[in-house]
C-alpha cells in the first residue's frame, strides 16, 4: 500500500510538497482555482503538523525557459487567499537564496516555487535538477496525481534522493477510488469512453473491454468503430490506420460475451460551427459529419447505465464546448449522475464536462487526472507512485 502523510511521523518536518496548480490563465488572472482547492486538504495537515513547507508545480508548457505568461505568481496569491495567511513566493526555482528562505521559513510557513518547467532539466528527467529541488526538503510528499504517469524530475528523480517520501491526501483519495475499479468491481461494470482519437486511447480500450461488462463508445473515435464494421460514415472523422485494431477489439469482446454500445443515430452538419444547420440522422450523409451522438443514443446509452454496478468514463460524445453538440454528452452526464452504481469520471474533458453540466457532486469520484487516471485503470504502475513505493521498501 502506498504510504501517505498519515503514515508518516512528519512533525515540523521540512518538506518539498509536488502540487499540480496548472491552472487555466486568462490575462494573468485564474480563471478556474479547482485544482488549488483540491490541494488544500495536504498543504492544511501539512500546516498543522508545523512542517515548513516548500511548494513546487508546474504550469502550461513553457519549453525549458521562463515565461511570464506561464508564471505561478497568481496561483501562489490565490493560494494564500485561500488560506488567509502570508506566502512567499520564489522567483528562483533552485539556488543558495532558494535554500536559506526554506531553513529559515517557519514552523507552518510556506513557499511557493517558480514554474519547475522553466528549467529544461523538469522535463528531461534530469537528476543534477533531481538533487537541486531535493535540497530544498527532507521530507517528499507528492500530491499532483494529474503528473504521476510522467518521469519528470520532480516526480520521478527528487523521491529516490530524500529521507522520507509519499503521497498527499488527493493522491490517496484518487488511489483509492481508481483502485475500487480493479479489484473486483460491482457487476455490472460499464466503461464509457469517448473523445477524438481511438490512438490516444488503445491502452484503456483494451484494458476495459477485458473488466468490463458492456462498452459503451461514443464521441469522434466512435465513427472508426463503425467504419471498421463496414457502416458508411461520410465525412466524420476516421483513424484509417486505426481501423483493423478497432476490429480486433471488437471480435475479443464478442468472444468474450463483452456487450459493446455504439452510435445508432448521430447529430450531423456539413462543418463545426456554432451556428450551422444541423440534422438528426441514423444513416450519415457523404457530405456530412457527426458531431454528437443522437437522442436515441442517448436513450440506448442511459439504459445500460441505468443498472450498472461500476461506472467508468473518460471523454466527451460530441463537441460538447458548443451548445449545437452538447446534448449527448450532457445526456450520458445525467445518465452517470443519476446511477446508483459507483461512478468515477477520469479527468480531462469528460470532468470538464460534468463540472459544467453542474453534476459534480452526484458522482462518487472525479479524477484531477485525465492521463494518469488512464494509465491506472489500464493497470500501469505510474512513475510517481513507484518510486514512494519502493522508497518506503528500502
Known sequence: MTATIRDLDIKNAEVLLRVDFNVPLQNGEISDDTRIRRALPTIQYLQEQGCKTVICSHLGRPGGAPDPKASLEAAASRLAELLETEIIFSPEITGDGVEEVARTLPNGGIMVLENLRFHPGEKAGALDFSGELARLGKVYVNDAFGTMHRKDASIAGVPTLMEQAAVGLLVGIEIEALTKLMDGPERPFVGILGGAKVSDKIGIVDALARRCDTLIIGGAMSYTFLQAQGIDVGQSRVEKGKINHAKRILE??????????????????????????TDVVTEIPEDK?????????????????????????????????????????????????????YSVVGGGDSAAAIQAFELSEKVDHISTGGGASLAFVEGTTLPGIRVINERRSQ
Do not use: Q, Y
Not at 475479443?252 to 444547420?277: F, Q, W, Y
Not at 446509452?301 to 450532457?330: D, K, Q
Open 289 to 341: 459529419m457527426a458531431l454528437d451522438i443522437g437522442p436515441e443514443t442517448v436513450h440506448l446509452f442511459t439504459e445500460a447505465l441505468a443498472s450498472a454496478g461500476t461506472i467508468f468514463w473518460n471523454g466527451p460524445m460530441g463537441v460538447f464546448e458548443m451548445e449545437a453538440f452538447s446534448a449527448g454528452t450532457r445526456g450520458v452526464a445525467n445518465a452517470v449522475a443519476e446511477s446508483k452504481g
Open 252 to 277: 475479443r469482446c464478442e468472444a468474450k460475451g463483452v456487450n459493446v454500445l455504439l452510435p445508432v443515430d448521430h447529430i450531423v452538419a456539413t462543418e463545426l460551427s456554432a451556428d450551422v444547420e
